[in-house]
């Protein structure tokens, strides 16, 4: 009997190009992903989130585009109960084109290096496709919370990954 890979769990596309995120990457962040953000606001995100990499507990990435352009982000955070993957955007224009679920097997698997056992990611219920983009990967519905999000307060359901206890230590 064959057994299938969920796909959260399967290597990300060897053709698209994702590695850990650095400064150089803000002004390129900010024309694709977060135009309605300062260039300060993206600089001191991009700093937290590197010094908690150094920590050893999260990692944010980012995706390039075939002319080597940054056009995606995205981060996971070791926290005590479960891992979460957040703050994930593609460009509109790159949208389609497996970036997304690229960027998420990476994350996946830099959470799994970290040993966590449980991983999290969140959708706003305003969102199906990113719903759906999850399920697709394996991720199973959680629970759900209200949360102050850019449209105000919304509805976030919550999806999750448990990985078997890794013996390997």
């Known amino acids: 009997m064959t057994q299938t890979v969920t796909p959260a769990l399967q290597p990300p596309d060897p053709h698209i190009t994702i590695r850990p995120v650095v400064l150089a990457d803000i002004e390129a962040l ?8 300062d260039a300060d606001s993206i600089y001191r995100f991009i700093v ?7 920590d050893g507990r999260g990692l944010g990435a980012v995706v390039l585009d075939a002319e080597r352009e940054t056009v995606g982000y995205g981060q ?15 460009a509109p224009e790159q949208r389609g084109n497996g970036l997304g679920t690229a960027l998420i097997q990476y994350l996946v698997q830099a959470a799994r290096n970290m040993h966590v056992e449980c991983l999290e990611i969140g959708a706003a219920l305003s969102n199906p496709g990113a719903v759906n983009l999850y399920r697709r990967l394996g ?5 759900t919370q209200v949360m102050p999000l850019e449209n105000g307060n919304e509805e ?11 013996t390997d230590r």
């Open 30 to 37: 900010r024309t694709h992903c977060w135009p309605e953000r």
């Open 48 to 54: 937290r989130i590197r010094q908690a990499a150094r």
């Open 76 to 90: 996971v955070m070791l926290w005590p109960r479960c891992a979460e993957i957040s703050d994930l955007i593609i």
């Open 139 to 143: 991720f199973r519905d959680s629970y």
């Open 156 to 166: 976030v359901l919550y999806l999750r990954i448990k990985f078997a206890r890794r």
